[in-house]
């Protein structure tokens, strides 16, 4: 240990060392986070600013939206930064910060996708008690538990993760500072940690599938009941959007975390990466809001009442 320097910054993986595909990346990262930036704060503004949408499922998607904001800012604007100035270090502290936010970000998302399956559930299922059960007071609590499980799940994980000691080679693997990557660089023996790292995320990402599964299988059996046509087209519709997201978001997020690091490639490793970070916060939007009438009507009032309220 004694001939070892520890780390005091990390080297981010570039997607290339070609100076114009570095401003490629760049642009189409822009693209890809100022996309997710304005759909986002869309639905935002939308849902806070209409009072018809102040109902439980607009409340969680709201929710949805900040946590998905917040984790395409954590990794994003860096990868851009650092493809503009040709570098790729990011300090200890910086890393340290990053590793911190995307896995509460991402958590705390995880949860909610999860509570809003329990929504949908109690709104199908048992349309009758729907008010009663998904109250104010209940919503709030459900949103808070997603946010709070987030921030346990990792402090937990970002502590034990850098209580290890890191030397020699500093160069993350990735397009920002990845817990599976960055236990490749701990010099320590880190079989213990990633086996308990793994177990972990393993049995809760379990049990939030099987409370899925379970859930829309009750949901999938009540809609095929409902004699009208219609009626099962439009639980359908608005279940299928949902189950897109959450398939799209476990597998990826769960190839990236779930494996052991030494069985993963550079080039799945990175296509992972940016499938879990960007594309659930540019799509999550689309899926949940934009293709709904009542928020782009509401957007246009919206819109309509800022500019001409002066009139």
């Known amino acids: 240990m004694s001939n070892r320097t520890a780390v005091t910054d990390f080297l981010l993986r570039g997607f290339s060392d070609m100076r114009e595909l570095q401003i490629l990346h760049f642009v189409v990262f822009l693209v890809i986070y100022l996309t997710a930036l304005v759909r986002n704060l869309l639905v935002i503004t939308a849902v806070a600013l209409d009072r018809h949408f102040h109902t439980p499922m607009y409340f969680f998607l709201m929710n949805l939206s900040i946590l998905d904001l917040g984790s395409i800012s954590v990794t994003i604007p860096k990868s851009m930064a650092n493809s503009l100035m040709n570098t790729r270090s990011i300090s200890y502290s910086g890393c340290v910060t990053q590793v911190f936010l995307f896995l509460f970000l991402i958590s705390a998302d995880h949860a909610l996708l999860t509570v809003m399956v329990y929504d949908r559930y109690v709104a199908i299922c048992q349309p009758l008690h729907y008010e009663s059960v998904m109250n104010r007071g209940a919503c709030v609590q459900m949103a808070a538990s997603a946010w709070i499980s987030g921030i346990v799940y990792s402090a937990l994980h970002t502590g ?13 693997d990735q397009f920002f500072c990845e817990i599976p990557q960055l236990l490749k660089l701990i010099c320590s023996d ?3 940690s990633e086996v308990g790292f793994i177990a972990f995320g393993a049995c809760l990402a379990l049990a939030c599938f099987v409370f899925i599964i379970v859930s829309y299988v009750q949901i999938f059996k009540t809609v095929l009941r409902i004699p009208s046509e219609q009626g099962r087209h439009r639980a359908f519709s608005t279940c299928l959007p949902h189950l897109i997201v959450i398939t799209m978001f476990l597998s990826t997020s769960s190839f990236a975390y779930l494996k052991p690091t030494s069985s993963s490639t550079s080039a799945l490793d990175l296509v992972a990466a940016v499938l879990y970070s960007t594309v659930p916060p540019v799509l999550n939007p689309i899926v949940y809001s934009m293709r709904n009438k009542e928020i782009k009507a509401s957007l246009q009032r919206l819109t309509g009442w800022r500019l001409f309220a002066k009139n």
């Open 160 to 172: 034990n993760t850098f209580a290890l000691t890191f030397c020699g080679d500093n160069t993350v």
């Open 190 to 192: 880190s079989y213990l």
